[in-house]
């Protein structure tokens, strides 16, 4: 066995770990019952699941061109920077929402709170 | 470690737009390098206004450490969500846990929410300022009160030492 096609073995196996993790953070959609459980999935294993495909991505075009592509470091960067923004304003518009979390959840911050609100009104 | 001049007020911002221009080009040529740097002075300039003050990085090699420490730990959080995810008979125990912040400095307080949003089942639901506390909604945990300590040994105390505030 050759090293290029010992190389091509690990690059498919970087896209498919990629997607598995994919598919195991859309599945964490489905199975937790409130919205805040729910963001738990898509920020986590989603992250692993693109990091996966990129490290393949690369390693494919360093095979192919002789040097890496750096671009694909970059959406990586992006990536960490971005996932805990948006995961970040989605919980708060669902605690300005009021959107009830799962009644095993330990914890009543006063952002649920109706009372609260009729204090401060 | 990098003082601020007035052509640049921001050096690390600066230095981070030439390396992204660079990566972006994906080439190290002369010409390129030249971009990099009045991209890297001009745009801060033209987005001053924008800008907190930016603290300094006291401790780099600490931040190093940091980065690393985080990339390992969000393989492990992706593993952990994972098995969770999967794990059918495992009911998880979700909590909403009021953490208290130590460091006040914007920028760290950014950080530090960022962190706990990419690690093991913790998302920063909502920042309350006036209080200094962060809500964070935990995914899976039994002990809150350990949940506080390792948040605040793990992540918080390096970042207080970095960026010395």
């Known amino acids: 066995m050759d090293l290029r096609f010992a190389l091509e073995v690990a690059v498919s196996a970087l896209m498919i770990a990629g997607g598995i993790f994919a598919v195991i953070g859309a599945m964490g959609m489905v199975r937790f019952r409130d919205f805040y459980m729910r963001l738990h999935g898509p920020t ?3 992250t692993l699941g693109v990091g996966c495909v990129l490290l393949a991505s690369m390693s494919f075009f360093w095979l192919k061109n002789g040097h890496p592509s750096l671009q694909d470091m970059l959406i990586t960067l992006f990536l960490f920077i971005t996932t805990p923004v948006s995961a970040h304003l989605l919980t708060m518009s669902g605690l300005h929402h009021k959107l009830p979390s799962a009644p095993e ?9 109706d009372e609260d609100d009729i204090a401060r009104n | ?45 033209l987005t001053a206004s924008f800008w907190d003050k930016q603290p300094d990085i006291k401790r780099p090699f600490l931040l190093v450490k940091y980065i690393l420490t985080l990339l390992l730990d969000i393989i492990i959080a992706n593993y952990e969500v994972s098995r969770l995810v999967l794990s059918f008979r495992h009911k998880p125990k979700p909590a909403f846990v ?3 912040l130590s460091i006040t400095d914007n920028f760290a307080i950014t950080v530090l929410t960022s962190t706990i949003s990419l690690t093991p089942g913790t998302i920063s639901a909502h920042l309350r300022p006036h209080e200094g ?14 949940l506080i300590t390792e948040i605040h040994e793990r992540y918080e ?3 207080k030492e970095i960026f010395g505030c």
Do not use: C, F
């Not at chain 2, 506390?133 to 350990?146: N, Q």
């Open chain 1, 44 to 46: 986590k294993s989603t």
């Open chain 1, 105 to 113: 959840t330990k914890g009543q911050p006063y952002e649920l709170d």
């Open chain 2, 1 to 45: 470690m990098i003082p601020s001049t007035r052509l640049v007020p921001t050096p690390y911002l600066t230095l981070l737009l030439i390396m992204v221009w660079l990566m972006l080009q994906n080439s190290i040529s002369l010409g390129n390098i030249l971009m990099g740097i009045v991209l890297g002075i001009a745009l801060p300039r």
């Open chain 2, 98 to 100: 009021v953490y208290p």
């Open chain 2, 133 to 146: 506390t962060v809500l964070i909604h935990a995914l899976d945990v039994d002990d809150t009160e350990a």
């Open chain 2, 157 to 159: 105390k390096p970042l």
